[in-house]
């Protein structure tokens, strides 16, 4: 939650990033590096999916997220067996 509040405050301050909008995206790791590992796949699969019609949500619905313009970081999970994981997986995605 800190995140997202300093990143409201940032994306208020017209002084700060004129004309830019900084966003995030949230996804948990629960722990597990397969589950980091599906994550991971499907953010990227987001990210070049250039038909967004195809993708749909576990129960049949389209997402109800829009597609970013670019992605210019990652922050890694707590346990940096599953951090070394995705990080292999979007070296892969550059």
Known sequence: EAMLFALDRINNDPDLLPNITLGARILDTCSRD???L???LTFVQALIEKDSTEV???NGGP???TKPERVVGVIGAS???VSIMVANILRLFK
Do not use: D, W
């Open 56 to 58: 749909r949500c576990v």
């Open 38 to 40: 599906e994550q991971s």
């Open 63 to 65: 997402p109800i997220i």
């Open 34 to 36: 397969t589950h980091a």
């Open 79 to 81: 346990g940096s067996s």
